[in-house]
Structure formats: structure tokens, C-alpha cells
């Protein structure tokens, strides 16, 4: 009876087979008449229960019957694959005559070609670029500008703290104004400072919490607001064109006497007045004055001798004149259909 059922096992096994078409149909057939819970293998497990005499003749048997159906397996499994290897080929053919797909290639951020912009616009007119670091000091950042703790300036800048005590993110790029006249004094300066730099505040069409900044600063002998001037002029011819129109608006900086804000007219409204410009038809471009006498001799400078100017630009701001970018939060806001229009 043993022997009768063995035989049957490998025959249904094998009917089985045949049907098979599939990788999925196949592991189920291997799971069904090879696997552990398979009639072939309950046989092995029954052995126990048989007469002695019996024993090795079943077991070679069932050992019999187990491998002809793996061998049946591996005979399947090589056609399955064969035929669905011929069914790929046949369906997913590749023509190797045409050219190759180019991967996209990335490309400066816009901020960032405008940044490149405004540096060379100086770079040709005689200044040195001088990097300084976005993680600051508060000494730096406003204790050595002029701005001691108790003074109701710093209001002007909602500034991010750290854990650490003294330490700041900082809100402008005028802390690199001490850094770059201390390594130079007493020689002469002429250096942009270009930067990110952060500040706690609402965000609208034209002001964002992170942002990058320029900061331009001449330092010598004889140095007037005249040539302040006539350096910002001239700056804005170079990037907004002839006929460009700006104006210094008297404002107040700590580091600064006497100090400006530099605007230039909207360029969506062409000075009628918009959301963007806020009715007011001007855009301002940055801060401006001559150097502070205090900031002058914390950087090492007699302001006996010495006077200087110094300036804050927004490149940001430049390319949403340039591009006629009307929301200036488009620059961070991670949006590939804005980013790959430059």
C-alpha cells in the first residue's frame, strides 16, 4: 500500500508539472510536493511506524520518488525561465541606434548668478571679494558695530540664537567689516563681502528670513559721501542699464553717520506704486552710509585719518529687478518650474 502511494504521488507530482507556466505557479508547485508539509516528505516522517523489514525499502523508495520530482523541478524551472527570457526579448526589444539620453544637468540657483553678478560688477571696479563666517559672535555682530546690549537697535534685527551663549546666526553681513579691517589696517580697503544671512521675521512679497547680502566697505585717506555715490550709481547703471533712476533716502544705521537707503525705482509699476514696491513706486535696494567713527577705530582705523563707506546689497532683490520676479519667497520655496526658468 506504501509503495502504491508513493507511486501515486510521483505521477500526480509530475501531471502537475506539465501545467505549470510560471516563476509564481512553480515556487507553489515546489511548496506543494517538495516542501516540508508534502506527501512525499509525511513518508519520511511515517518511517517510524513501519515494520523494520519495511523501513529501508520505503525510505529508498520515498528517496526515489523525491528525487525524480526535484529533477522534474530543475527540468521546469530551466524551461519557465528559458520562455520567459524569449517572451522579454520578444516584447522589450532595444534599439541600439539611438542616441543616448543625456542626463539633465543642473545650473546655479538664480540667487546665486545674481550674487556671481553683482561681485564681478565690483570685482571690475576695484574691489576684492573677502568671505566671513555666517555663524557669529555677538561681539562681532553688534557689541564692535556700535550696537552695545542695552541699545534699542537690535530691535532692528530679530535675530536667531543658539545654545550656546554669545553665539548667533548672523543678521548681517557687517560683522565681516571688523574681521577684514582688522587683518588690513592700516592699509587702504576696498572689499565686497558676500553671504547668507538670517533674521526671526515675517515674511511677505519682498522680505524673507534667510537671504543673501552683499556688503561693500572702502576704507582709506580722504574718502567721502560723494564717492559713496557716485560707487552706487555707477553700480546700478552697470546692472539695471542707462537711465536707470535711484535715490539715497536719508535712514539710520548704528554703524553708520551719516547713513541712507538705497532704492531704485519698481520696476513692475515703473513707480506708480504696486504690492511689491507698496504703493510707494521705489524699491529699496539696500543700506548705505560712511563709516561710523566707533566702527573705525574698533577695526583699528584713527578716524583722525581715516574715513570710509560702507553698503549693504540684496542680490536677491536684484534679480527679482532683473527677472521681474514679483515675490521674493519664490527663491527658497524649492519649485523647479520657478528654478529651471534661469
Request: hydrophobic letters at 40%.
Given at each position: 500500500?506504501?509503495?502504491?502511494?508513493?507511486?501515486?504521488?510521483?505521477?500526480?507530482?509530475?501531471?502537475?508539472?506539465?501545467?505549470?507556466?510560471?516563476?509564481?505557479?512553480?515556487?507553489?508547485?515546489?511548496?506543494?510536493?517538495?516542501?516540508?508539509?508534502?506527501?512525499?516528505?509525511?513518508?519520511?516522517?511515517?518511517?517510524?511506524?513501519?515494520?523494520?523489514?519495511?523501513?529501508?525499502?520505503?525510505?529508498?523508495?520515498?528517496?526515489?520518488?523525491?528525487?525524480?520530482?526535484?529533477?522534474?523541478?530543475?527540468?521546469?524551472?530551466?524551461?519557465?525561465?528559458?520562455?520567459?527570457?524569449?517572451?522579454?526579448?520578444?516584447?522589450?526589444?532595444?534599439?541600439?541606434?539611438?542616441?543616448?539620453?543625456?542626463?539633465?544637468?543642473?545650473?546655479?540657483?538664480?540667487?546665486?548668478q545674481a550674487l556671481n553678478e553683482i561681485c564681478q560688477v565690483f570685482v571690475e571696479m576695484g574691489f576684492q571679494i573677502y568671505r566671513s563666517p555666517e555663524v557669529e559672535t555677538d561681539v562681532l555682530n553688534f557689541?564692535?558695530?556700535?550696537?552695545?546690549?542695552?541699545?534699542?537697535?537690535?530691535?532692528?534685527?530679530?535675530?536667531?540664537?543658539?545654545?550656546?551663549?554669545?553665539?548667533?546666526?548672523?543678521?548681517?553681513?557687517?560683522?565681516?567689516?571688523?574681521?577684514?579691517?582688522?587683518?588690513?589696517?592700516?592699509?587702504?580697503?576696498?572689499?565686497?563681502?558676500?553671504?547668507?544671512?538670517?533674521?526671526?521675521?515675517?515674511?511677505?512679497?519682498?522680505?524673507?528670513?534667510?537671504?543673501?547680502?552683499?556688503?561693500?566697505?572702502?576704507?582709506?585717506?580722504?574718502?567721502?559721501?560723494?564717492?559713496?555715490?557716485?560707487?552706487?550709481?555707477?553700480?546700478?547703471?552697470?546692472?539695471?542699464?542707462?537711465?536707470?533712476?535711484?535715490?539715497?533716502?536719508?535712514?539710520?544705521?548704528?554703524?553708520?553717520?551719516?547713513?541712507?537707503?538705497?532704492?531704485?525705482?519698481?520696476?513692475?509699476?515703473?513707480?506708480?506704486?504696486?504690492?511689491?514696491?507698496?504703493?510707494?513706486?521705489?524699491?529699496?535696494?539696500?543700506?548705505?552710509?560712511?563709516?561710523?567713527?566707533?566702527?573705525?577705530?574698533?577695526?583699528?582705523?584713527?578716524?583722525?585719518?581715516?574715513?570710509?563707506?560702507?553698503?549693504?546689497?540684496?542680490?536677491?532683490?536684484?534679480?527679482?529687478?532683473?527677472?521681474?520676479?514679483?515675490?521674493?519667497?519664490?527663491?527658497?520655496?524649492?519649485?523647479?518650474?520657478?528654478?529651471?526658468q534661469f
Amino acid at each position: 500500500e506504501v509503495f502504491t502511494q508513493l507511486k501515486q504521488i510521483q505521477q500526480k507530482g509530475l501531471d502537475e508539472l506539465q501545467t505549470v507556466r510560471d516563476e509564481a505557479s512553480l515556487q507553489a508547485w515546489r511548496t506543494a510536493h517538495l516542501g516540508r508539509s508534502s506527501a512525499v516528505m509525511q513518508v519520511f516522517s511515517g518511517l517510524g511506524g513501519l515494520d523494520k523489514e519495511l523501513r529501508p525499502q520505503v525510505g529508498q523508495q520515498a528517496n526515489l520518488v523525491k528525487q525524480a520530482l526535484e529533477g522534474a523541478f530543475a527540468e521546469r524551472e530551466s524551461a519557465v525561465k528559458t520562455a520567459a527570457l524569449q517572451q522579454s526579448l520578444a516584447s522589450e526589444k532595444l534599439d541600439v541606434s539611438l542616441p543616448g539620453r543625456r542626463r539633465p544637468q543642473g545650473r546655479l540657483h538664480p540667487a546665486t548668478q545674481a550674487l556671481n553678478e553683482i561681485c564681478q560688477v565690483f570685482v571690475e571696479m576695484g574691489f576684492q571679494i573677502y568671505r566671513s563666517p555666517e555663524v557669529e559672535t555677538d561681539v562681532l555682530n553688534f557689541e564692535l558695530l556700535n550696537i552695545p546690549a542695552h541699545h534699542p537697535a537690535r530691535d532692528m534685527w530679530d535675530t536667531f540664537h543658539t545654545t550656546t551663549p554669545g553665539i548667533l546666526l548672523r543678521t548681517h553681513t557687517s560683522p565681516g567689516q571688523i574681521r577684514l579691517m582688522r587683518e588690513a589696517a592700516p592699509a587702504p580697503i576696498r572689499a565686497i563681502l558676500p553671504g547668507m544671512c538670517y533674521r526671526y521675521e515675517q515674511t511677505d512679497a519682498s522680505h524673507e528670513s534667510q537671504f543673501n547680502q552683499i556688503e561693500l566697505l572702502a576704507v582709506g585717506k580722504g574718502i567721502t559721501f560723494g564717492d559713496l555715490k557716485g560707487t552706487l550709481d555707477e553700480f546700478a547703471v552697470r546692472m539695471f542699464g542707462e537711465g536707470v533712476r535711484t535715490r539715497l533716502r536719508p535712514s539710520y544705521f548704528p554703524f553708520t553717520e551719516p547713513s541712507a537707503e538705497l532704492d531704485v525705482q519698481c520696476f513692475l509699476c515703473m513707480g506708480k506704486g504696486c504690492n511689491v514696491c507698496k504703493g510707494t513706486g521705489w524699491l529699496e535696494l539696500g543700506g548705505c552710509g560712511m563709516v561710523h567713527p566707533v566702527v573705525l577705530q574698533n577695526g583699528g582705523y584713527d578716524p583722525e585719518v581715516y574715513s570710509g563707506f560702507a553698503a549693504g546689497l540684496g542680490p536677491e532683490r536684484v534679480a527679482m529687478m532683473r527677472y521681474r520676479i514679483e515675490d521674493i519667497r519664490s527663491f527658497w520655496a524649492n519649485d523647479l518650474r520657478f528654478l529651471e526658468q534661469f
